[in-house]
């Protein structure tokens, strides 16, 4: 059962916290735009099994947190909402490893947080699918001077994955939302523009993946991000034919298996 939390400005996010027995490492995992935590039910399960702790929670604006819906003012919330749940992690499994892991916007957000936080004690990040210089023009090509609450249709789906049962049911599930507001592409825009500046001081271990064919986020971010991370531990996957979500395609255990692996190597 989920729990809802005060983040650093007292928003109330929901939380999903789950340790099994005698866990040998803890993960905070970190969503993408218009969905939640609960699309991430299989991949902790499978941390579950291999004895890894998961801390889960809905991005403000997004499933059963607080917040106008999909909307941001700074792109610092996504970094310190995060910070507040990692934060938690370590002080709850003092004797274990903390990861940290996101997809997507997600993925932007641990990029950007590796930054931000240099000296957290994490054992390291892991990025699926992370918008980290938007290659694709996935946000960057939204005009702007628009009403930052105005809401803009969400027209991911189609992308997501070529697994078509995930795709309906993206279309379907009551937590994913319908729309994002241009205030939460501006923020994200500003966020890109700070990340280029500082990209080359990002120094956690880090195993960076993505699809080959995601038409969301160009698989050059991840190329990009890899090339001028001064991280001494780095490894980058880019896995053939693909969609966004990796972790939701036909070779799922695959993908998953690889993310439990680098882990278990830095236990």
């Known amino acids: 059962m989920g729990e809802m939390f005060?983040?650093?400005?007292?928003?109330?996010?929901?939380?999903?916290?789950?340790?099994?027995?005698?866990?040998?490492?803890?993960?905070?995992?970190?969503?993408?735009?218009c969905e939640h935590q609960g699309r991430y039910d299989y991949f902790a399960e499978r941390f579950h099994k291999a004895g890894i702790a998961t801390y889960r929670f809905d991005h403000r604006g997004h499933g059963r947190s607080e917040g106008e819906r999909t909307y941001y003012t700074d792109f610092n919330e996504l970094l310190d909402d995060t910070n507040v749940v990692v934060d938690m992690a370590l002080?709850?499994?003092?004797?274990?490893?903390?990861?940290?892991?996101?997809?997507?916007?997600?993925?932007?957000?641990?990029?950007?947080?590796?930054i931000k936080y240099p000296d957290k004690n994490l054992r390291g990040i892991i990025t699926s699918g992370a918008l980290t210089h938007d290659n694709g023009k996935l946000i960057t090509g939204i005009p702007k001077g628009m009403d930052p609450h105005e809401k803009l249709p969400n027209e991911l789906g189609s992308g997501v994955c070529s697994v078509a049962e995930v795709v309906d049911w993206y279309?379907?599930?009551?937590?994913?939302?319908?729309?994002?507001?241009?205030?939460?592409?501006?923020?994200?825009?500003?966020?890109?523009?700070?990340?280029?500046?500082?990209?080359?001081?990002?120094?956690?271990?880090?195993?960076?993946?993505?699809?080959?064919?995601?038409?969301?986020?160009?698989?050059?971010?991840?190329?990009?991000?890899?090339?001028?991370?001064?991280?001494?531990?780095?490894?980058?996957?880019?896995?053939?034919?693909?969609?966004?979500?990796i972790f939701n395609e036909y070779c799922k255990d695959e993908v998953i298996d690889d993310v439990l692996a680098w882990i278990d190597r830095r236990i």
């Open 6 to 33: 005060s983040s650093f400005d007292g928003t109330k996010l929901y939380l999903s916290k789950e340790v099994p027995e005698g866990a040998r490492a803890a993960a905070v995992i970190v969503h993408g735009l």
């Open 91 to 114: 002080q709850e499994n003092p004797d274990i490893p903390v990861f940290l892991i996101g997809h997507s916007m997600g993925g932007f957000t641990v990029s950007l947080y590796g």
């Open 171 to 245: 279309g379907k599930d009551p937590y994913n939302t319908q729309t994002f507001t241009a205030g939460l592409v501006y923020a994200l825009c500003d966020g890109l523009e700070w990340f280029q500046d500082k990209v080359s001081s990002f120094s956690f271990p880090v195993l960076m993946l993505h699809g080959e064919n995601d038409g969301l986020v160009s698989k050059e971010d991840t190329y990009a991000f890899f090339a001028a991370a001064a991280s001494k531990d780095k490894q980058m996957k880019i896995y053939g034919n693909l969609f966004h979500e």
